[in-house]
Structures are given as structure tokens and as C-alpha cells.
T-cell receptor, first 111, second 113 residues
Framework: QQPVQSPQAVILREGEDAVINCSSS?????VHWYRQKHGEAPVFLMI?????EQKGHEKISASFNEKKQQSSLYLTASQLSYSGTYFC????????????FGTGTSLTVIP | EAQVTQNPRYLITVTGKKLTVTCSQN?????MSWYRQDPGLGLRQIYY???????DKGDVPEGYKVSRKEKRNFPLILESPSPNQTSLYFC????????????FGPGTRLTVT
């Protein structure tokens, strides 16, 4: 039931772009994106509710495909502060209100 | 300040010694949840609660208990901890179902020897 994230890890130089994907075999109610710095709690980035939705700003944005089975997080012109582990999270229909997180993507930005 | 608090932040205990990790939120949220985080496995939900006196199992409920007697509090109880429950635990809350952001507590690092 857990969403599958890819890649598992990525290393970027400052200024480079990255895309993190989150996929499910079933349509999802919504997709949440969180970032977690080492040793800290996850912090909410954004939530997408509708198929075809795109959200965010110039630097960090996300999309949710029409079938609501895949979401992508786009990090543009990365900064050192973007380093951390990124998680997608969702509720899956027919599982009540249980919440599932993906396994995470470790992103490291180097100078 | 809107926040989720957890106590203790760090705990080292021995196998079989009952313990409770407290969680409290000041945002009047209906939904509260406990997660454990292990390397390579991400965040896995242990239990969640949609409201007072309503609790449900998440993905990994074995060995844990919860209660929701008041809206703001959602303690996690380990009746007989075992070494495989060594983990980083997070409490979280949100307004209601999955259409809203979750607010996380600072985490409790538990070691069971």
C-alpha cells in the first residue's frame, strides 16, 4: 500500500534541478509532500487534491497526474537548504483514514 | 504558538518495562496519529484517531496501545517493549482527514535494550 518513491537518493550541485516521483498502483485521494532535515520532524511542503493539479512556486512545485496515481515534486535551481529527505504521503481509498508515506528520497545539495 | 509536543524526547529502557510517550496538540485538531521511522522504511503509521474515543490501527500496530480520552492528548503505550521497537517515534495531528497538512511533534528516540 505504501507509495513508491524514486529515486531513493540524489546528489546535486547548487543550481541544478531535481525531480522526485511518487507512484501508487491505486488512485489516491490526495498527495502530501514533506521535507525532513536530519534529526528533525517532517515539515509540510504542499498538498495536491485534484487530478491534473499543479501547485507551488518557481523554486519548488509539484504535480498530480490526471489518474491521481502519480505525483512529482520539482526542485529548481537547488540551494544548500534544500538538502534533506523528501516524503510523499497519502490516504488510499478503501483503507479508511489510514495514512501512508513513501519510503523517502534523500536529496543532498553540494556547493 | 500552534504546536505538537511529545515527551520524553529521548528514552533508553529495558525489555519488558512498560512505558508511555505522551503527545499533546493545541490546535483543536480531530485527527492524531503515531508513526515510527526506521532507516530505509520511511514513516509507518502505528495508530491513528479520528476523534475522542475513536482509534484505529495503522500499518504496524503490534506491541502498541493508544487512547484518546481528550481531544488534545494521544499517548502511545508500550506494555512490554522489545528491542525491535527501538525506533524514532513521531506524533502528528491535522484538522481532520487527508485533505489537510499534518503537524509533527519533535520526535522521541526510543532505545530498548
Amino acid at each position: 500500500q505504501q507509495p513508491v518513491q524514486s529515486p531513493q537518493a540524489v546528489i546535486l550541485r547548487e543550481g541544478e534541478d531535481a525531480v522526485i516521483n511518487c507512484s501508487s498502483s491505486k488512485a489516491l485521494y490526495s498527495v502530501h509532500w514533506y521535507r525532513q532535515k536530519h534529526g528533525e520532524a517532517p515539515v509540510f511542503l504542499m498538498i495536491l487534491l485534484k487530478g491534473g493539479e499543479q501547485k507551488g512556486h518557481e523554486k519548488i512545485s509539484a504535480s498530480f497526474n490526471e489518474k491521481k496515481q502519480q505525483s512529482s515534486l520539482y526542485l529548481t535551481a537547488s540551494q544548500l537548504s534544500y538538502s534533506g529527505t523528501y516524503f510523499c504521503g497519502t490516504e488510499i481509498p478503501d483503507t479508511g483514514n489510514q495514512f501512508y508515506f513513501g519510503t523517502g528520497t534523500s536529496l543532498t545539495v553540494i556547493p | 504558538e500552534a504546536q505538537v509536543t511529545q515527551n520524553p524526547r529521548y528514552l533508553i529502557t529495558v525489555t519488558g518495562k512498560k512505558l508511555t510517550v505522551t503527545c499533546s496538540q493545541n490546535m483543536n485538531h480531530e485527527y492524531m496519529s503515531w508513526y515510527r521511522q526506521d532507516p530505509g522504511l520511511g514513516l509507518r503509521q502505528i495508530y491513528y484517531s479520528m476523534n475522542v474515543e475513536v482509534t484505529d490501527k495503522g500499518d504496524v500496530p503490534e506491541g502498541y496501545k493508544v487512547s484518546r480520552k481528550e481531544k488534545r492528548n494521544f499517548p502511545l503505550i508500550l506494555e512490554s517493549p522489545s528491542p525491535n521497537q527501538t525506533s524514532l517515534y513521531f506524533c502528528a495531528s491535522m484538522i481532520s482527514g487527508g485533505d489537510y497538512e499534518q503537524y509533527f511533534g519533535p520526535g522521541t528516540r526510543l532505545t530498548v535494550t
